[in-house]
């Protein structure tokens, strides 16, 4: 957890503070086997433009999962943007947009890890064309063709057996 108070920001226009830190997500997703064992560094700025208070950062994150279709480890980098808006209060219930912070305190770590979950790509592959696991033996076919024969359409089987 890492809070800032940003009374200043929200009290004066041209004001910045500067975001530079490893965060541990090793707890955040995956259980044993952390998607992110490693610190996710985080950088950028929160800042006051024209009355405006937003986050321009950016998270640097390795992924570590396995392979949608051979299911080996793979460790894929991700860039993920963390830019919002910061309102103490909002006007109308059209919030999606802003992040409101009635006390001016910002969780730096939880939105982080927030922006992080959301971008996780839904799926991951070692390589554009893996070719996965063979469905009758198992093996790796990015290791070699395996013995097995095409599987055979069970409606063509029928009409092979009745030849
Ligand atoms: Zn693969
Ligand atoms: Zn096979």
């Known amino acids: ?7 200043a920001l929200f009290n004066r226009v041209g004001e910045s503070l500067s975001l530079d830190r490893d965060i541990d997500f090793s707890e955040l997703a995956g259980g044993e086997n952390p998607l992110f064992p490693e610190p996710v560094r985080l950088t950028g700025t929160i800042r006051n433009t024209a009355g405006v208070v937003y986050s321009d950062a950016i998270l640097e994150a390795d992924l570590h999962t396995v392979c949608d279709r051979c299911a080996c480890e793979v460790v894929q980098h991700l860039s993920v943007p963390m830019v919002h808006t910061f309102v103490t209060e909002v006007e109308n ?3 999606d947009d802003f992040i409101i912070l009635p006390d001016m305190v910002l969780d730096v770590d939880a939105l982080a890890g ?3 979950v959301l971008d996780l790509p839904s799926k991951v592959l070692c390589k554009e064309d893996c070719k996965g696991l063979c469905p009758t033996c198992g093996k790796n ?3 070699g063709p395996c013995d097995c024969k095409e599987p055979v359409d069970p409606r063509l089987a029928a009409l092979l057996d009745l030849l």
């Open 1 to 7: 957890m890492f809070k800032v108070e940003l009374d």
């Open 93 to 95: 219930e059209e919030t």
């Open 114 to 116: 927030e922006d992080l």
């Open 141 to 143: 076919l990015n290791d």
